[in-house]
């Protein structure tokens, strides 16, 4: 059964259910990265907003919503509030939604501005520190043994290429694996072990595990000592009047 009229029904039912109204809805994870397996599941992460009485009670309510559907559906999302909150502090999530190959439903007003503001919220030491940390314990929790699984190079991959896009452009990573490894600034080499990687993972199965290739183990260990050495040099001032956001809170409560 094709999935996109199932999210768009339980995207329908959760605005239904708790007068909410979506105002972004995409896919997150290995299938908006570009690689996931067939059995993934589909992780759909969502921005909704209240009627404006909501945002004027003394005591703040829930700000999540997160349900399990059947069909290995993952739905999860954020208040207009707490979404706008984290947007600011350049929590990248959102920032991949926005930019996620797979988008189910969004207001184009809203997701619009928010594309237009990112530059002004995006601050490349936090992003790299992000996308370190999971490259690393990513490393460190399952590819430092002998036997590891083609899966988890992915996992470290796409956070480790995510840095060096930081590196050379100083802007929020693309959302989609294939984009970052078609940047100027990864080598012929890099792209031609990549390719093959993808090409085994194509047939190996999802349990299957193998040794990981010296060279390749080498390679990472020295990305992730590159990247921590240069991190703190990527910090900047940042001074952002948050005067946009209040407006599109306003503008997009109802």
Known sequence: MPMTPAILDALTQVEAE????????????????????PDSDYDVRFVYAHPRDWYL????????????????LDLS????????????????????????????????????RLRELLPQYFQPA?????????????????????????KKVFYFLRPILACRWIEHAASQPPTAFAELVAADWVDADERGTINELQRRKLLASEGDSEALDPALKHWMQQQLEHFTRIGPSLARKREVDNGELDALLAAFCF
Do not use: Q
């Open 126 to 150: 936090a992003a790299l520190h992000h996308y370190l940390g999971t490259a690393r314990t990513t490393f460190n929790d399952h590819l430092a043994g002998e036997a590891v699984r083609l």
């Open 77 to 112: 999302g954020w208040d207009l509030r707490k979404a706008l909150r984290l947007y600011t502090r350049c929590n990248v999530a959102p920032y991949e939604w926005l930019g996620s190959p797979i988008i189910y439903r969004e207001d184009a007003a809203f997701t619009g």
């Open 57 to 72: 009670r003394v005591f703040e309510g829930r700000d999540v919503i997160e349900r399990m559907l059947p069909g290995d």
């Open 18 to 37: 708790r007068g909410v109204r979506v105002l972004l809805a995409a896919e997150s994870g290995s299938r908006a990265w570009g690689f996931a397996s």
